[in-house]
């Protein structure tokens, strides 16, 4: 079992930052990948950004250039530095960790952060 606890979310203007933590603890495995989707009322849960053990990322285009994930191997703990925020950036950021295993996929999930952008 993985458990994973999020901070940083919060209320900001247009053009602020935020910076979301997420810790994993339980039964973690060296290789995985840690990130952030967010889900918007109405809309799709979309990956925002993504990070292997190994240093590989992903980014959604809208984001790239404005976020920079990051990654704490020793203590299990991502970062989503988030920068130049727009409010339809607004949403619920929810940290998720994924593993596989004998070819099965194994994904747990954060309890969600608010993000809000005012204009």
């Known amino acids: 079992q993985v458990q994973l606890v999020e901070s940083g979310g919060g209320l900001v203007q247009a053009g602020g930052s935020l910076r979301l933590s997420c810790a994993a603890s339980?039964?973690?495995?060296?290789?995985?990948?840690m990130g952030w989707y967010r889900q918007a009322p109405g809309k799709q849960r979309e990956l925002v950004a993504a990070?292997?053990?190994?240093?590989?990322?992903n980014y959604v285009d809208s984001v790239k250039g404005r976020f920079t994930i990051s990654r704490d191997n020793a203590k299990n703990t991502v970062y989503l530095q988030m920068n130049t925020l727009k409010p339809e950036d607004t949403a619920v950021y929810l940290c998720?960790?994924?593993?596989?295993?004998?070819?099965?996929?194994?994904?747990?999930w954060g309890q969600g952060t608010q993000v809000t952008v005012s204009s």
């Open positions: 998720n960790y994924r593993r596989e295993w004998n070819n099965v996929v194994y994904n747990y």
């Open positions: 339980g039964s973690i495995f060296s290789r995985n990948t």
């Open positions: 990070m292997t053990s190994g240093g590989s990322t």
